[in-house]
C-alpha cells in the first residue's frame, strides 16, 4: 500500500514571497503520477500541478513548480511570488497508473498555507 | 470548473435515514471515483467505477453503495445514515490512456450533515 506524508500541518509566507511545501512518499510502483491540490475555504479541489514518475524533468505551471526527487520519494511544491488567492489547504496525492488494479488517490494529511499581506 | 458535477450541494438529514448523491463525470471520461473527506479520516478513497463495472474498492461501508449508469452519471448510496457519516463527499473522473489512468478531476462535493 500507498503512504503519503505532509509532515508540515501549517505554514505562512508573506505576499510576494516564495514558500516550499513538503512531501514524501512510500511506494514499491514504477508507474505512478503525484499531485498537488488545492482546496480553498470553498472547498472545491483544483489540482495544481501533476508530476509523471517516468519524467526526471521536474513539472512547472506558472508560479507553481515542484521537485521531484524520486530515488528520495520526495515531491515539494515551490510557490513562487505568493498571492492572497493562493491561501488553501495543499494535499500531496499519489496514483498508481495501472488501470487493472485500479487508480486510487492516495492522499497527505494536507498543509494549510496562509499567504499574508 | 472542472466539468464535473456534483449534486445536490448541500444535503441535511436525520440519523437512520437513507440518501443518494449524483455524480456526472467529464465528457469523454469513463473512470468515477468517490472519496469521503471528514475532520477525523482526512481524503479517503471509497470506490472506483470504470465504464460501468466496479473497478477498485476502498473504506466504503457496508451501508453504503454505488453504481454507475450506462450514461457514465454514477450515484453514491448511504443507508442508516449515522453522525459519523457527515462529511464532504467528493466524485471525481478521468480518462483511461492506452490502459493508464490520467488525472482525475473533481467535482464541487456534497457537504453532508446527519442531524
Known amino acids: 500500500a500507498q503512504t503519503v506524508t505532509q509532515s508540515q500541518p501549517e505554514m505562512s509566507v508573506q505576499e510576494a514571497e516564495t514558500v516550499t511545501l513538503s512531501c514524501t512518499y512510500d511506494?514499491?510502483?514504477?508507474?505512478?503520477?503525484l499531485f498537488w491540490y488545492k482546496q480553498p475555504p470553498s472547498r472545491q479541489m483544483i489540482l495544481v500541478i501533476r508530476?509523471?514518475?517516468?519524467?526526471?524533468q521536474n513539472a512547472t505551471e506558472n508560479r507553481f513548480s515542484v521537485n521531484f526527487q524520486k530515488a528520495a520519494k520526495s515531491f515539494s511544491l515551490k510557490i513562487s511570488d505568493s498571492q492572497l488567492g493562493d491561501t488553501a489547504m495543499y494535499f500531496c496525492?499519489?496514483?498508481?497508473?495501472?488501470?487493472?488494479?485500479?487508480?486510487?488517490?492516495?492522499f497527505g494529511e494536507g498543509t494549510q498555507l496562509t499567504v499574508n499581506p | 470548473d472542472s466539468g464535473v458535477t456534483q449534486t445536490p450541494k448541500h444535503l441535511i438529514t436525520a440519523t437512520g435515514q437513507r440518501v443518494t448523491l449524483r455524480c456526472s463525470p467529464r465528457?469523454?471520461?469513463?473512470?468515477v471515483y468517490w472519496y469521503q473527506q471528514s475532520l477525523d479520516q482526512g481524503l479517503q478513497f471509497l470506490i472506483q467505477?470504470?465504464?460501468?463495472?466496479?473497478?477498485a474498492k476502498g473504506n466504503i461501508l457496508e451501508r453504503f453503495s454505488a453504481q454507475q449508469f450506462p450514461d457514465l452519471h454514477s450515484e453514491l448510496n448511504l443507508s442508516s445514515l449515522e453522525l459519523g457519516d457527515s462529511a464532504l463527499y467528493f466524485c471525481?473522473?478521468?480518462?483511461?490512456?492506452?490502459?493508464?489512468?490520467?488525472?482525475?478531476?473533481f467535482g464541487p462535493g456534497t457537504r453532508l450533515l446527519v442531524l
Open positions: 508530476q509523471e514518475a517516468y519524467k526526471q
Open positions: 496525492a499519489f496514483m498508481k497508473r495501472r488501470e487493472t488494479s485500479g487508480s486510487r488517490l492516495t
Open positions: 511506494t514499491s510502483e514504477n508507474n505512478y503520477y
Open positions: 471525481a473522473s478521468s480518462v483511461a490512456i492506452r490502459g493508464n489512468q490520467e488525472t482525475q478531476y
Open positions: 465528457s469523454g471520461d469513463l473512470s
Open positions: 467505477y470504470y465504464n460501468g463495472e466496479e473497478r
